[in-house]
């Protein structure tokens, strides 16, 4: 995997090590409560032997090998938050839908 860049209108949750399997099997309870609400997730290291998950909206992979630049309206970026909110609402996840980038190294 290349160095890549997640801009995403959601929340990041850090895990521990322990949940790594059932983020790799897809069967975490917030990957399964994402997909019910038709949510994207994309999970990774950010380094350090940390684990985060990231559940929302992806706006963006940016790096070598994804997109290279961003630019979305603001008006855009209040619908996508309230999208976000309202199926949060719905999928019971308990988190904040916030503008996040998150950075995975190489």
């Not at 959601?10 to 090590?17: M, T």
């Not at 790799?24 to 038709?38: D, F, P, T, V, W």
Request: aromatic fraction near 8%.
């Amino acid at each position: 995997m290349a160095e890549t860049t997640v801009v995403m209108i959601g929340a990041r949750i850090f895990v521990s090590e322990e949940d790594v399997e059932a983020l790799e099997n897809r069967s975490h309870q917030l990957i399964k409560k994402a997909r019910e609400a038709r949510l994207h997730f994309y999970w990774g290291s950010p380094g350090e032997g940390r684990y985060c998950l990231m559940v929302g909206k992806i706006l963006a992979k940016l790096g070598v090998e994804n997109e290279a630049s961003l630019e979305i309206p603001s008006t855009a970026i209040d619908e996508l938050v309230s999208e976000v909110r309202e199926a949060f609402e719905n999928a019971g996840i308990r988190e904040s839908a916030n503008l996040i980038a998150q950075y995975f190294p190489d």
